[in-house]
């Protein structure tokens, strides 16, 4: 359950940035070229944080699968192996993308490595308590 809810706060957080736009956008540390967009009004801002917070919708729904809180779901060993390679990974090489997101704050990159990273490790683990079970 801790990777679903590490998911779901995550999507929540970045609904927040659509919600409530360019100051949660730069609060987030999402750089000044997001935040402008989003106060112009730019389609760009929305339509990214909407993909990721579908993407992290799901993560939050297989995660609950694993802890056995809804059904099983297809492909669950495969899918949260996925999530939490993609989340560790995320942590551990975020400085090897800072170049192509240059806008994003120093802030931005520590918080979410080390938050990735821990997701990742939480997934992996909740994985490992599961694989012989389902």
């Not at 927040?16 to 360019?22: E, P, T």
């Not at 750089?31 to 917070?53: F, K, L, S």
Request: net charge positive.
């Amino acid at each position: 359950m801790a990777g679903a809810i590490f998911s779901a706060v995550a999507a929540l957080l970045h609904v927040g940035c659509i919600v409530f736009g360019a100051p949660w956008y730069r609060f987030m540390g999402a750089g000044e070229r997001m935040a402008r967009m989003a106060e112009r009004g730019h389609w760009y801002p929305t339509v990214v944080t909407t993909a990721i917070v579908c993407v992290l919708s799901i993560w939050s729904v297989y995660a609950m699968s694993g802890a056995g809180v809804i059904g099983r779901l297809p492909f669950l060993h495969a899918v949260l192996l996925g999530i939490g390679a993609v989340y560790l990974l995320r942590g551990v090489a975020a400085f090897a993308l800072v170049p192509f997101f240059p806008g994003n704050s120093l802030r931005f990159w520590i918080v979410t490595s080390v938050v990735s990273a821990v997701a990742g490790a939480v997934h992996l683990l909740g994985l490992k308590e599961i694989w012989t079970r389902t």
